[in-house]
């Protein structure tokens, strides 16, 4: 097979032939002609939310195997570099280095996380590579800091095919009040950029429709006693929790809050949407409810060969939350190469930066039919596609109750 090696004085490449296999196990290469080019996925694929960054990671090899065996660009095999976060900031950052450090890299996919986002968006900027979320809904993102009163994109090399925590947080505000018909809500985040930006936006729009917040708390990630939480719950009359944050807090709450006798549902957003939820929260998971990305992976056409290779494979993990979503933002990538190698009269150009310009520029024209419905960005890097899910726990299984836009009001 071969791989591409750096001149680092001019960013050009070479060259030169070995063996390697990508993360599939399968040999790559092209019986020693070609180039083989890597895409990296930086995900949480160990410890807390590692069975949504899995998805990831897997969701992102398929596309990589489909392109390869399909001959989505000729001459050229793709490899992944899937990376460990950890869901920790400064492991994002330190990944991204190593990305835009080897000099056969065209793009990333990930983080999980918005926070770890953040600590990762200046690095792929400055090397202009391109860098696609499935998961990261934190508005300020791609929109700025201020966001809600001036919009401005921050870095033109980030892109996203998750919707944002304005749209889901609206979305799910309106469903508990208007849907479950529930009046008094006590909202909770875990103080991460993602959860306290979700129950943030939750708290506005459910009180805009004319919802009561009898309360709101903080908790720790990694936080194992909700006592004192339950109690405040309790003794607020609410009829919801609302809870912005990941799987392993809110399943321990939502066991502690029905062990003590109140018996209302918890509501969250997507970092909630994990088989591992119900697992760890047993029979006290069931009424509890989860807004998601886009709709239902299983109930798209274009999908169903995907869900089948995830499952024939074995990937560890959960493809449901994300793992369409990694498909179709590395499918960007590779198509993005296409469009630069069918520019350059069929060759990729061999100057890696370039290459990394053109492909920046090809992603934010994308405009394809992915798994998970149309793929395109619109000005700030965000996905035009802003259909979400609701899903309830029932009989142990997350199943879709209301799938929809939401109305900002």
């Given amino acids: 097979m071969v791989i591409l090696t750096s ?20 040999k790559g290469g092209d019986n020693g002609s070609g180039t083989t080019l890597t895409i990296g996925v930086d995900a949480p694929l160990s410890g807390e939310n590692s069975t949504t960054g899995l998805g990831i990671q897997y969701g992102a ?10 001959n989505w660009v000729p001459g050229v095999k793709f490899k992944l570099k899937a990376l460990d976060d950890k869901a920790q900031p400064a492991s994002g950052q330190s990944n991204a280095t190593s990305i835009v450090g080897d000099k056969t890299a065209v793009g990333a996919v990930g983080p999980l996380n918005s926070g770890v986002a953040q600590t990762m968006q200046q690095v792929f900027a400055s090397a202009n590579m391109v860098q696609i979320s499935p998961a990261n809904t934190a508005p300020e993102l791609t929109q700025g800091k201020n966001w809600q009163t001036d919009k401005k994109r921050p870095f033109k090399t980030y892109f996203r095919t998750a919707t944002t925590d304005e749209l889901q947080g609206s979305f799910a505000a309106g469903y508990a009040y ?14 991460q950029t993602y959860g306290a930006g979700l129950a943030k936006i939750f708290n506005e729009q459910y009180k805009k429709l004319g919802g009561k917040v009898v309360g709101t708390d903080h908790v720790n990630t990694g936080d194992k006693d909700f006592g004192s939480l339950v109690t405040k719950i309790k003794n607020s009359g609410a009829d919801l929790l609302y809870y912005g944050g990941q799987y392993d807090e809110s399943a321990l709450i939502t066991k502690q809050l029905k062990d003590a006798g109140v018996k209302i549902p918890l509501f969250g957003g997507d970092g909630m949407f994990a088989t591992t939820y119900i697992e760890a929260a047993g029979k006290s998971s069931e009424g509890d409810l989860a807004t998601a990305i886009g709709v239902p992976a299983d109930t798209l056409p274009a999908a169903k060969t995907f869900i089948q290779t995830y499952k024939d494979k074995g990937y560890k993990g959960d493809y449901g939350a994300y793992g369409a979503y990694a498909y179709d933002a590395t499918t960007a990538i590779i198509k993005a190469v296409k469009a630069a190698a069918d520019a350059n009269g069929g060759k990729v150009p061999t100057d890696i930066n370039d290459l990394r310009s053109k492909v920046v520029d090809g992603v934010q024209k994308s405009d394809f039919e992915g798994l998970t419905g149309k793929i395109s960005f619109d000005q700030y890097g965000d996905t035009t596609n802003k259909q979400l899910t ?14 929809g836009t939401a109305d900002l009001q």
């Fill in 61 to 70: 090899q398929i596309a990589v195997d489909d392109a390869n065996k399909n």
């Fill in 178 to 191: 208007n849907g479950l018909k529930k009046k008094k809500a006590f909202v909770v985040d875990d103080k």
């Fill in 7 to 26: 001149v680092l004085t001019t960013g050009a490449l070479t060259l030169t032939a070995c063996g390697s296999r990508d993360d599939s196990g399968d």
């Fill in 390 to 403: 609701v899903y309830q726990v029932e009989k142990g299984a997350w199943n879709d109750v209301e799938t």
